[in-house]
């Protein structure tokens, strides 16, 4: 079954670092692109950027560049996603997801989703 | 940058026809995609490459697009179909994407 099983939820003050995970597993890793979508409460969805766990090659959306980071362990099938200062409008629920493919094409839609992580920042 | 436009809310009565619209503000040159989103979970693909419905989606769920606008369409809505649904494209590279910003979908 092809999975991704994120970390759990996080609870950090302002100025505070934090990396999240996201744990593939059911296929082969480098063969799809994962995208990290923000939620935040109420709120709709929110593409943050993609990477490819082949050579690590990112795309980000120049709403989120240069306020994360998006990287993978291929040793370990994992990506992350990594903040070095943490703000409260950074509160939101996070989710990954793999590219969406069938037997024959892949497509830039999205499917399976991780569970979420939700990340709380306040002081 | 590219914008996809979504009514916040849709009711419905059992039974009843369900459409949902999305708009662009340009000529597509990607595929549109959709997702139902329940309370407290994540999203799940109910339509890919704007008609076609990936494996386990009830054949309830249908997906069309004309000119500049996706329609995302449920037949016999259903109680359990209620949750928000978002469209989602790509610019013309299909390096970023984007999501529209969500339909509440209400069954009475």
């Known amino acids: 079954e092809v999975q991704l099983v994120q970390s759990g939820a996080e609870v950090k003050k302002p100025g505070e670092s934090l990396r999240i995970s996201c744990e593939a597993s059911g296929y082969s890793f480098t063969g799809y692109w994962i995208s990290w979508v923000r939620q935040m409460p109420g709120k709709g969805l929110e593409w943050m950027g993609r990477?490819?766990?082949?050579?690590?090659?990112?795309n980000y959306s120049p709403s989120f560049q240069g306020h994360v980071t998006i990287s993978v362990d291929k040793s370990i099938t994992t990506a992350y996603l990594q903040w070095s200062s943490l703000k409260a409008s950074d509160t939101a629920m996070y989710y990954c997801a793999r590219r969406f493919c069938t037997s024959t094409s892949c497509y830039t839609g999205f499917d399976p989703w991780g569970q979420g992580t939700l990340v709380t920042v306040s002081s | 940058s590219y914008e996809l436009t979504q009514p916040p809310s849709v009711s419905v009565s059992p039974g009843q026809t369900a459409r949902i619209t999305c708009s662009r503000d340009a000529l597509p040159k990607q595929y549109g995609y959709w997702y139902q989103q329940k309370p407290g979970q994540a999203p799940v693909l109910v339509i890919y490459k704007g008609t076609e419905r990936p494996s386990g989606i009830p054949e309830r769920f249908s997906g069309s697009s004309s000119g500049t606008t996706v329609t995302l369409t449920i037949s016999r809505v259903q109680a359990e179909d209620e949750g928000d649904y978002y469209c989602?494209?790509?610019?013309?590279?299909?390096?970023?994407?984007?999501f529209g910003g969500g339909t509440r979908l209400t069954v009475l």
């Open positions: 989602q494209s790509a610019d013309s590279s299909g390096t970023f994407v984007v």
């Open positions: 990477i490819d766990p082949t050579d690590s090659y990112t």
